[in-house]
C-alpha cells in the first residue's frame, strides 16, 4: 500500500493527514507519545488570519497586506530578549517587505496568504466555532480568532483529530494511526530520495515505506546536556518550559542525518507570560497565560504597582523590559470588563490556582504590599494616556476601560518561559525540506514547529496554529503530489514502495477522487527491501485501551484494572491518594485512579495533581467532553462515588 509517512500527532501533522486524504491518498500517521495532540492543544490565545468571514462579520478593517506587514516586521526585528529594544531601532524603517532586506519573506507570504483560507477549512469541514477575534502583540487589527469557549488549540486540534478517527473507522485501508511509535531513522534510496523511515513501538524496530512528512515540533522541553538548547542557548536551560516531553528536535536531527538543513536554531522564543502557581513557583514546566489575556486590556505591575512596559508590544520585547527592569514578581492585572470578555479563560485559571479574583484593589493592594492610592495613581495614568492616545510606554490600543480600584479583577503572577524555538529545518513555501546549498531534498517535507524561518526572529501571538494549519496543508499536498508523481515517473516502482498498479475513482457525489495502489516494494541504503505496511497496524481506533508508560506492553495493566473497577468510594477514601504515585481523582461521580496517566497527560502532570484526592469535575467539564474517558482512559476508571448514580 503506497502512503505518505506524517511524523508527528499534533495540529500540523492531522492538518497534513487531512490533506493527504483529501488528495486522493493514503496515510500513516506515526506519533511517539500515547496521545495524539502535541503543544498544539495547549494554545489558548487562537489562530491568525485576515480577511476572514468572521472579520467581515464583525466589521474589523484587516487587510491581507496588513497582516503580511506584521508578519514581516515581525520576522526582521526579532531578538533575543536582551537584545529585542535595541534591535527594534535598529531595523526601523527598513523594508519588511524588500526580499534583500527580508530572507523571510516568501515563507511570510505563504503563512498569510493561505491564513483566510485556512481559517474557512477549519469552520467548514470540521464544524469549528471561530466567531471571535482579538488583537494580539504586534498586531494592527484584532485577527486572533477564537471559540466562545474553551481554549482555541485543544478544540481545533481534537476537531481534526475525531474527524481522523472517523475516516480510520470508516476506511481503515485509507488512515493507520500509531501511537507510541518513535520515528528514529530516514531512509534514502541510491539516488538520494528519502523513501521512508524507522521506528521503534513496544520494544521492537520497524520499517514503514513512502514520503515522510515532518510534524514533530521543536526543541523547547530538553534540558539534557547534549541538547539543541544546551548547545545552542545554555542561558536558557535553568528557565521554566511551557512545551510538553515530545519536543526534544527528533525530526530535525532525522532530516540532517539525510542532509536536512537548518535555519536560526539559535532563536529560542521567550514567552513573557507564563503563570506561577503560588504553591510551586519553581516548577520547570508552567501553564501559558493567553496573550489574549493583554489584548483583552490586561496590563502589567512590577512589584511597586507601577507599569513599565508597552504590554501589546511582541514577545520578545517584553521579556526584555522584563528583566531590564528587574522588579518582579510581575502581575497580569485584568478589570471587570477585560476579564469578562474573556471569561472561559479566566475562570479556568482561576480553577487551576493561576490566577486570584479580588473585590476591590484593597485585597490586591495588600497582597502586593503596596498602598492602594498606589494602584489608583497608575490607574489614573493609564486612563489618561488612553484618553490622550499618548503612553509613556507606546502603547497604542486601549479596550475594557477605565481602569477604577472599585471594581473585579483577576489576577496572576508572571514569569518569561521558553514557549517556541522558531529555527528549524530549512524549508521553501511548498515546505519542501532543503539541502545546504538551497536545493531540495526529495521525498522529505516540515510543516509546525519543526519548520525554520516561517516566522523568520520573532514570531507573532495566534501565528503558531495558524503554521500548523497552513504548513501542515502545504507539507500534506506537497507530499501527496510527490507520491503521485513518483508512482508516475516510476511505474509504480521502489521509490516510495508502491506497487505497479494505480486506479482512480472518481466519486461526482462527495467531488473526490481516490487514489488506489498496488503492493510492493521498496529498497533502499539501509533496507534492502520493506514492505509499505506497517507490521501491527489495525484501522481500530488508535489510543491503546492500555497505557504502556513502562515499555513492557499492555498485559501487566488489564488485571489491577479490571480487578478494581466496580467499587465504590467516598470522597474521604479518594483524598487519601494524592502523591504522584498514588493519585486519584473523581470526574462526573467516577473515580478515577490516574496515576499510570500523569506521565503522558497531554497537559502536563501539573494540571491533574493539582486535583489529587479532589473532585475535578467542573475544571474537567471545562477542558473535555465526558465521553473522553470512555474513548481515551477507560483503564482509569476503578469505580464511583459513593451516592452517585455513574459509572
Not at 164 to 191: D, F, H, S, Y
Amino acid at each position: 500500500m503506497a502512503q505518505v509517512i506524517v511524523v508527528g500527532g499534533g495540529l500540523a501533522g492531522l492538518s497534513a493527514c487531512h490533506t493527504v486524504l483529501e488528495r486522493g491518498a493514503n496515510v500513516l500517521l506515526l506519533e511517539k507519545l500515547s496521545f495524539c495532540g502535541g503543544n498544539s492543544t495547549k494554545a489558548t490565545s487562537g489562530i491568525n488570519g485576515a480577511l476572514t468571514r468572521t472579520q467581515q462579520r464583525l466589521g474589523v478593517g484587516d487587510t491581507v497586506d496588513a497582516f503580511l506587514k506584521d508578519t514581516a516586521d515581525a520576522a526582521i526585528k526579532g531578538a533575543p530578549p536582551a537584545e529585542a529594544a535595541k534591535k527594534q531601532a535598529e531595523m526601523e524603517g527598513k523594508d519588511s517587505l524588500d526580499p534583500a532586506v527580508n530572507p523571510y519573506l516568501e515563507t511570510n507570504k505563504r503563512l498569510v496568504y493561505d491564513s483566510a483560507p485556512g481559517i474557512e477549512w477549519l469552520i467548514e469541514k470540521f464544524g469549528l466555532d471561530l466567531s471571535l477575534v482579538g488583537r494580539l502583540g504586534g498586531h494592527t487589527f484584532p485577527r486572533t480568532h477564537r471559540g466562545k469557549q474553551k481554549f482555541p488549540g485543544m478544540t481545533i486540534t481534537y476537531a481534526l483529530l475525531e474527524k481522523l478517527e472517523e475516516v480510520m473507522a470508516a476506511a481503515p485501508e485509507r488512515v493507520q494511526i500509531l501511537t507510541k511509535t518513535r520515528a528514529t531513522e530516514l531512509l534514502k534510496n541510491g539516488a538520494g530520495e528519502v523513501i521512508g523511515c524507522r521506528y521503534e513501538r513496544e520494544g521492537k524496530e520497524g520499517t514503514a515505506m513512502g514520503p515522510v512528512v515532518l510534524t514533530t515540533g521543536g526543541f523547547g522541553a530538553d534540558f539534557t546536556a547534549n541538547s539543541l538548547l544546551a548547545q545552542l542557548r545554555p542561558e536558557y536551560m535553568e528557565l521554566p518550559t511551557t512545551n510538553g516531553v515530545h519536543c526534544t528536535g527528533d525530526g530535525i536531527k532525522m532530516a540532517q542525518a539525510v542532509g536536512g538543513s537548518t535555519v536560526d536554531l539559535d532563536m529560542v522564543q521567550i514567552h513573557p507570560t507564563a503563570l506561577v502557581h503560588p504553591n510551586e513557583p519553581d516548577a520547570k514546566v508552567k501553564f501559558l497565560a493567553a496573550e489574549a489575556l493583554r489584548g483583552a486590556g490586561g496590563i502589567f505591575l512590577d512589584k511597586n504597582g507601577d507599569r513599565f512596559v508597552d504590554e501589546l508590544q511582541k514577545r520578545d520585547y517584553v521579556t526584555g523590559a522584563m528583566w531590564a527592569h528587574d522588579k518582579g514578581p510581575y502581575r497580569l492585572v485584568l478589570n471587570g470588563a477585560s476579564s469578562k470578555s474573556i471569561e472561559w479563560h479566566c475562570l479556568h485559571y482561576a480553577g487551576r490556582g493561576l490566577m486570584k479574583k479580588y473585590v476591590g484593589a484593597e485585597a490586591l493592594a495588600q497582597d502586593m504590599g503596596v498602598s492602594v492610592e498606589k494602584i489608583r495613581e497608575t490607574f489614573d495614568d493609564f486612563n489618561k494616556a488612553a484618553e490622550q492616545k499618548s503612553d509613556r510606554f507606546g502603547r497604542k490600543f486601549f479596550v475594557n476601560l477605565p481602569l477604577v480600584t472599585d471594581d473585579t479583577f483577576y489576577v496572576g503572577i508572571v514569569t518569561p518561559v521558553i514557549h517556541y524555538t522558531l529555527g528549524g529545518l530549512k524549508v521553501n513555501a511548498e515546505a519542501e525540506v532543503l539541502k545546504e546549498d538551497g536545493s531540495i531534498l526529495p521525498g522529505v517535507f516540515a510543516g509546525g514547529e519543526v519548520a525554520g524561518g516561517i516566522h523568520g526572529k520573532n514570531r507573532l501571538g495566534g501565528s503558531s496554529l495558524l503554521d500548523c494549519v497552513v504548513y501542515g496543508r502545504v507539507s500534506g499536498a506537497s507530499a501527496a503530489t510527490y507520491l503521485t508523481t513518483q508512482l508516475t515517473k516510476n511505474g509504480g516502482g521502489s521509490g516510495t514502495g508502491a506497487g505497479s498498479a494505480v486506479n482512480l475513482t472518481v466519486d461526482p457525489v462527495t467531488k473526490s477522487v481516490t487514489i488506489n495502489f498496488g503492493e510492493g516494494t521498496a529498497t533502499s541504503s539501509s533496507s534492502s527491501s520493506s514492505s509499505s505496511a506497517v507490521e501491527g497496524a489495525t484501522g481500530a481506533i488508535p489510543r491503546d485501551t492500555q497505557y504502556d508508560f513502562d515499555g513492557k506492553g499492555d498485559d501487566d495493566k488489564k488485571e489491577s484494572s479490571s480487578s478494581k473497577t466496580g467499587g465504590e468510594y467516598t470522597l474521604e477514601e479518594v483524598a487519601a491518594h494524592t502523591k504522584d504515585t498514588d493519585c486519584w481523582v473523581v470526574v462526573n461521580g467516577r473515580v478515577l485512579d490516574v496515576t499510570a496517566f500523569l506521565a503522558e497527560h497531554p497537559g502536563g502532570k501539573e494540571a491533574i495533581m493539582l486535583y489529587a484526592g479532589k473532585d475535578a469535575t467542573e475544571e474537567f467539564n471545562m477542558m473535555h467532553s465526558e465521553s473522553y474517558i470512555d474513548k481515551y482512559a477507560p483503564q482509569t476508571v476503578i469505580g464511583k462515588l459513593k451516592g452517585s448514580a455513574k459509572l
